[in-house]
């Protein structure tokens, strides 16, 4: 039975003491029965239920993160994020009351240039977070040499699809085998930090939202799309950013980013050799050949050396020009 709007609020109303709503609109897909409210105190919340077992998995991922990111942790952040206020049934449909975050997709804006230095604060504040905080199997939790692992898998499974040019190959298994690059100590990441997810307001972040694979791993991981999408000037400076935010000892941090946007390319070929999309194997063969263009005569041996010319990775569209520092005016093409 699907769960209306009215439905929905009336729960919500009638399990949490004091909520007083003052709009709504149906925010449904074809994955949950969801509304979204405006409060009497000005805040907007979701409430939605999930109709597929895929969606379900994903609400209660995001449901345990929600319940991480408390007031102590929240008020260690300088956005928003979304968090549980309520979570319970009816009629065994399991319904989740969140609270949003607000702000714009970063993903829409042309020129996302001025909120770089902000999402640099973002992504240090995340990073410096106690993983004290997270208690036994709230989220996944990597070593270092998980991550290793994790990363070798991929390349292992990208070989087997022989589409992935040897050199590269061979420049990935030389990171593999550089021990320097794998010591450093695993942070809370958000685990899938593209710019849908970060949420602005002009210049600055306001939220970040989509927390389904948060972890405490490899804080390398939260820089893929950066270093995808920005050229190597813009990219370096955003690394300066980070790092007068966070100081550590991790000195091959921007080297592993490197290298985790490099294997994103990987991912998206074995995504499609797996799914048997002709389309997406294409596409990432392309994205590959002009990543080995960008990083011929790089010395296979140091991952940290930049590529000839910046490297642009997206997913699912035509490819936008890389964001460059020495751009004038905003850049005409969609990100």
């Known amino acids: 039975m699907a769960l209306s709007p009215i439905m929905l609020t009336a729960w919500a109303v009638a399990e949490i003491p004091g909520l007083e709503i003052d ?57 928003s994020v979304p968090h549980t206020l309520a979570a319970g049934s009816q009629d065994k449909r399991r319904i989740v009351v969140t609270v949003d975050a607000s702000g714009k997709p970063l993903s829409t804006v042309k020129d996302p240039r001025p909120a770089l230095r902000s999402l640099a604060t973002a992504l240090a ?17 990597s070593t270092s040499l998980d991550c290793l692992r994790d990363a070798a ?60 694979d948060a972890r405490v791993g490899d804080p390398a991981d939260d820089f893929r799309t950066v270093f995808g999408r920005l050229s190597n000037e813009l990219a370096a400076q955003f690394m300066q950013d980070y790092s007068a935010e966070r100081p550590s000892n991790d000195r091959r941090l921007a080297h592993r980013a490197r290298f985790a946007s490099e294997l994103h390319v990987a991912r998206w070929l074995i995504h499609g050799t797996d799914s048997n999309d002709d389309a997406t194997v294409a596409e990432a063969v392309g994205m590959l050949n002009s990543l080995l263009a960008s990083v011929t005569d790089n010395p296979a041996t140091d991952l940290g050396a930049p590529p000839k010319a910046p490297t642009t990775i997206v997913f699912g569209g035509d490819a936008p020009a890389p964001i460059s520092a020495a751009t004038v005016e905003p850049t005409t093409e969609p990100l």
Not at 125 to 138: D, Q
Not at 176 to 190: K, N, R, S, V
């Open 153 to 212: 898998g991929i390349i292992d499974r990208a070989h087997q699809t022989t589409k992935v040019p040897s050199a590269l190959l061979d420049r990935w298994d030389a990171a593999i085998e550089d021990a320097g690059l794998w010591q450093f100590t695993p942070t809370i990441t958000h685990g899938n930090l593209d710019f849908d997810a970060v949420l602005v307001d002009g210049p600055h972040v306001t939220g970040i939202i989509n927390w389904a």
């Open 125 to 141: 504040a995340i990073h410096s977070l106690p993983t004290s905080i997270v208690t036994r199997n709230v989220i996944p939790t």
């Open 23 to 79: 709009g709504y609109r149906d925010a449904s897909t074809t994955d949950f029965d969801r509304v979204v409210c405006r409060t009497s105190d000005d805040r907007i919340i979701s409430i939605s239920s999930p109709l597929t077992a895929t969606a379900a998995d994903l609400q209660n991922a995001e449901h345990r993160v929600g319940q991480l990111l408390g007031e102590g942790v929240r008020s260690r952040l300088p956005f």
